[in-house]
């Protein structure tokens, strides 16, 4: 990329309508990098939308094999960036360079991953109820379900992950693998980074014969109020704070025609240690629980940030490790200016509060993030005091101690809903607080037993989202191939003749799906 003015993608084309310019910065020394952007305008939005708009009914209709062959081409063409494209990422994000290479590395398999899901078919969801002319009292006409996008998707990049939820990342592959076309909104954090994505996009595009207006890139403040407004977009993915995704919500619930925002905001991911563990092994916990904290600078959206135990010698010996650990822990960079200034905030916040005290960290500081431990009353979460369900983005975690199995259900209780929750146990606790898995079950979308939140595989069975603030919408998730339910909607003809239907309806059954026909699953052809 040269020494230029950066511009928006929109319909396979770059555009420049405005005069205000965006500045990339270098995140760890805050010094202008040689790239700027053009801030779009209103009516750049409006160009884009109408764009995706233009090209969602041919996109959708195409096979899931071309589709999958488009996904396919975006993971080429992103694993043939070199390592220039790797040393921009880092001076962006302040991230080194193996946590880039090996994000870059999930992004594509995450893109190949959803077209398997486009080449299996399972995501058609393909029923059929034949007909029934004779019976009575009524008739029952022949029925055929299947599903296809929504339309349009407007996208958020995240701010913590400048890959996999990002330009290219989850929401952009499943709103694609669904048929949808994209508008993505680039992250100011990141918009060089952006823009050789976007650009590896558009080549893939352009190479596998794809509508030019299936994904379009604006850069700038005050854009996505315009762009969730936006008559064309069906709807949004975002990741990002909990002011941010319920600004978006509210908006979206506003319009005239109401759309989806499947937005994930905030988690405090509580990790619950039982007495059994902690006897065992509590100095090896406090070893592993720091280190979960301090991964990537606590830049987590799944980063324990409230840790509860019960009260007992084991609990006490644990925490002076816990203690001692997280004190010798090094400052790290964080994202940006913006992210460090919202940690100070943070810390700021908890730690002036009476019922709060200071275990763990310096001062500090205005450069780097310093991690910090700090211990507080469990009377918070049962008078549901809202301080300890604040997210504090960065590498800090709160410690909650309990009286007993009852104040811990308690406790447990009060919790808002949450990304994950973890049971640090042995085969004992498990048995001795068995009541705790049906009540976590209500408040979480993913459980782990004796791991650490950090760290989303990209599969079939994962679930990254929650009730909310945990997102927008717990019925779905954002990590994992069940993502692409979100930007799916069910269609039932009903008496249509076959060779009129979508293939995955047809008698033939060309695709070799597998189908709920008369309430039973088959993958033969109908006679």
């Given at each position: 990329?040269?020494d230029i003015?950066?511009?928006?993608?929109i319909d396979?084309?770059?555009?420049?309508l405005?005069?205000?310019?965006?500045q990339?910065?270098d995140?760890?020394?805050?010094?202008a990098l040689?790239?700027a952007?053009h801030q779009?305008?209103?009516?750049e939005?409006?160009?884009a939308?109408?764009a995706?708009?233009?090209?969602?009914?041919?996109?959708r209709q195409?096979?899931p094999?071309?589709?999958?062959?488009?996904?396919?081409?975006?993971?080429?063409e992103?694993?043939?960036?070199g390592?220039d494209?790797?040393?921009l990422?880092c001076?962006?994000?302040?991230?080194p360079?193996?946590r880039i290479?090996?994000e870059?590395?999930r992004?594509?398999?995450?893109?190949?991953?959803?077209?398997?899901?486009?080449?299996?078919?399972?995501?058609?969801?393909?029923?059929?109820?034949?007909?029934?002319?004779e019976?009575?009292?009524?008739?029952?006409?022949?029925l055929?379900?299947?599903r296809i996008g929504v339309g349009?998707?407007a996208?958020?990049g995240?701010?913590n992950?400048?890959?996999?939820f990002?330009?290219?990342g989850?929401?952009?592959?499943?709103?694609?693998a669904?048929g949808?076309p994209?508008?993505f909104k680039?992250?100011?954090?990141?918009m060089?980074?952006?823009?050789?994505?976007a650009s590896?996009?558009v080549r893939?595009a352009?190479r596998?014969?794809?509508?030019?207006g299936?994904?379009?890139?604006?850069?700038?403040?005050?854009v996505g109020?315009?762009?969730?407004k936006?008559e064309g977009i069906k709807a949004?993915?975002?990741?990002?704070s909990?002011?941010g995704?319920?600004?978006?919500s509210?908006?979206?619930a506003?319009?005239?025609q109401p759309?989806p925002?499947?937005?994930?905001?905030?988690s405090?991911?509580p990790?619950?240690?039982l007495?059994?563990?902690?006897?065992n092994?509590?100095?090896?916990?406090?070893?592993?629980?720091?280190?979960?904290?301090?991964l990537?600078?606590?830049?987590?959206c799944?980063s324990?940030g409230?840790?509860i135990g019960?009260?007992?010698?084991?609990?006490t010996?644990f925490?002076d490790?816990?203690?001692h650990?997280m004190?010798?822990q090094?400052p790290?960079?964080m994202?940006?200016a913006?992210?460090?200034?919202?940690y100070?905030?943070g810390?700021?916040h908890i730690?002036?509060?009476?019922?709060v005290?200071h275990?763990?960290?310096?001062?500090?500081?205005d450069?780097q993030a310093?991690?910090q431990l700090f211990?507080?009353d469990v009377?918070?979460?049962?008078?549901?005091?809202?301080l300890?369900q604040?997210?504090?983005?960065?590498?800090t975690?709160?410690?909650?101690?309990?009286a007993d199995?009852?104040?811990?259900?308690a406790a447990l209780n009060?919790?808002h809903?949450?990304?994950?929750a973890t049971?640090?146990?042995e085969?004992l606790d498990l048995e001795?607080?068995?009541?705790?898995?049906?009540l976590?079950?209500?408040?979480?979308?993913?459980?782990?037993?004796n791991?650490?939140?950090?760290?989303?595989?990209?599969s079939d069975?994962?679930?990254?989202?929650?009730p909310?603030?945990?997102t927008?919408?717990a019925?779905?998730?954002?990590?994992g191939t069940?993502?692409?339910?979100r930007?799916?909607r069910?269609?039932c003809y009903?008496?249509?003749?076959?060779?009129?239907l979508?293939?995955a309806l047809q008698d033939?059954?060309p695709?070799?799906?597998d189908?709920?026909?008369?309430g039973?699953?088959?993958?033969?052809?109908l006679?």
């Amino acid at each position: 990329m040269s020494d230029i003015l950066g511009q928006q993608f929109i319909d396979g084309q770059r555009s420049a309508l405005g005069g205000e310019t965006l500045q990339s910065l270098d995140a760890s020394t805050g010094q202008a990098l040689p790239y700027a952007f053009h801030q779009a305008t209103e009516h750049e939005v409006e160009l884009a939308v109408a764009a995706a708009s233009r090209a969602f009914a041919p996109y959708r209709q195409l096979s899931p094999q071309r589709r999958a062959e488009f996904l396919e081409a975006i993971a080429e063409e992103m694993d043939d960036l070199g390592d220039d494209f790797i040393r921009l990422v880092c001076q962006e994000t302040a991230l080194p360079e193996g946590r880039i290479r090996g994000e870059r590395g999930r992004t594509t398999g995450q893109l190949r991953l959803f077209a398997q899901v486009l080449r299996r078919g399972d995501f058609l969801g393909a029923r059929i109820d034949r007909a029934l002319p004779e019976r009575t009292p009524l008739p029952r006409p022949d029925l055929r379900q299947y599903r296809i996008g929504v339309g349009p998707v407007a996208v958020f990049g995240a701010s913590n992950f400048p890959l996999a939820f990002s330009t290219a990342g989850g929401d952009t592959a499943s709103a694609l693998a669904a048929g949808c076309p994209v508008v993505f909104k680039a992250h100011s954090g990141h918009m060089a980074t952006a823009d050789r994505v976007a650009s590896a996009i558009v080549r893939a595009a352009q190479r596998t014969g794809m509508p030019s207006g299936v994904f379009n890139m604006i850069y700038g403040a005050g854009v996505g109020q315009a762009l969730v407004k936006a008559e064309g977009i069906k709807a949004v993915g975002f990741t990002g704070s909990l002011k941010g995704g319920r600004a978006l919500s509210d908006l979206a619930a506003a319009r005239p025609q109401p759309i989806p925002v499947f937005a994930e905001m905030s988690s405090i991911n509580p990790v619950i240690l039982l007495p059994e563990a902690l006897r065992n092994r509590g100095g090896q916990i406090a070893e592993e629980l720091t280190a979960s904290v301090n991964l990537g600078c606590g830049q987590f959206c799944t980063s324990p940030g409230l840790i509860i135990g019960l009260r007992s010698p084991a609990f006490t010996q644990f925490l002076d490790a816990f203690a001692h650990s997280m004190g010798s822990q090094p400052p790290q960079t964080m994202l940006n200016a913006g992210a460090l200034n919202s940690y100070r905030k943070g810390l700021q916040h908890i730690a002036k509060h009476e019922q709060v005290d200071h275990l763990a960290g310096r001062i500090q500081g205005d450069a780097q993030a310093q991690p910090q431990l700090f211990k507080a009353d469990v009377q918070l979460l049962l008078d549901g005091d809202p301080l300890l369900q604040e997210e504090i983005f960065g590498p800090t975690t709160v410690v909650v101690e309990v009286a007993d199995q009852t104040q811990l259900r308690a406790a447990l209780n009060s919790l808002h809903g949450q990304l994950t929750a973890t049971l640090i146990a042995e085969l004992l606790d498990l048995e001795q607080f068995a009541e705790l898995l049906p009540l976590l079950e209500d408040k979480v979308g993913r459980l782990l037993l004796n791991g650490y939140p950090t760290g989303v595989e990209v599969s079939d069975a994962m679930v990254h989202g929650g009730p909310y603030p945990a997102t927008s919408d717990a019925r779905g998730t954002s990590v994992g191939t069940l993502a692409i339910d979100r930007f799916l909607r069910p269609v039932c003809y009903q008496n249509y003749p076959d060779q009129c239907l979508p293939p995955a309806l047809q008698d033939s059954n060309p695709l070799g799906l597998d189908r709920l026909v008369d309430g039973r699953w088959s993958r033969a052809p109908l006679s």
